[in-house]
């Protein structure tokens, strides 16, 4: 079984600075893309930041130049640093993972259960 855990998310003010994280857990052999997808209240979920297990990115452009995405292949976990922070990014933000290998289950796509980021003053 492998599991998602999300941690880093809380309240801020605008202009200011958080840092996800996400740890994938379970006998992994390989993990092919990790990333971060947000959903605010009444939309719809989107697409943050995405990273290749070679260290390839994409970002929505809604967050280009203020966050950056990175991971660590030998801890099979993926970073959020977001900086400059506006309410707009307020949103429920999601780990995800796909093509993770396990050695018991094959392969699948995993979703994380989410924390909550709200920028406020």
């Known amino acids: 079984q492998v599991q998602l855990v999300e941690s880093g998310g809380g309240l801020v003010q605008p202009g200011g600075s958080l840092r996800l994280s996400c740890a994938a857990s379970?006998?992994?052999?390989?993990?092919?893309?990790m990333g971060w997808y947000r959903q605010a209240p009444g939309k719809q979920r989107e697409l943050v930041a995405i990273?290749?297990?070679?260290?390839?990115?994409n970002y929505a452009n809604s967050v280009k130049g203020r966050f950056t995405i990175s991971r660590d292949n030998a801890k099979n976990t993926v970073y959020l640093q977001m900086n400059s922070l506006k309410p707009e990014d307020t949103a429920v933000y999601y780990c995800?993972?796909?093509?993770?290998?396990?050695?018991?289950?094959?392969?699948?796509?995993?979703w994380g259960q989410g924390t909550q980021v709200t920028v406020s003053s």
């Open positions: 990273i290749s297990k070679g260290g390839s990115t």
């Open positions: 995800y993972a796909d093509r993770v290998y396990t050695v018991t289950a094959g392969t699948g796509d995993y």
């Open positions: 379970g006998m992994i052999f390989s993990i092919n893309r």
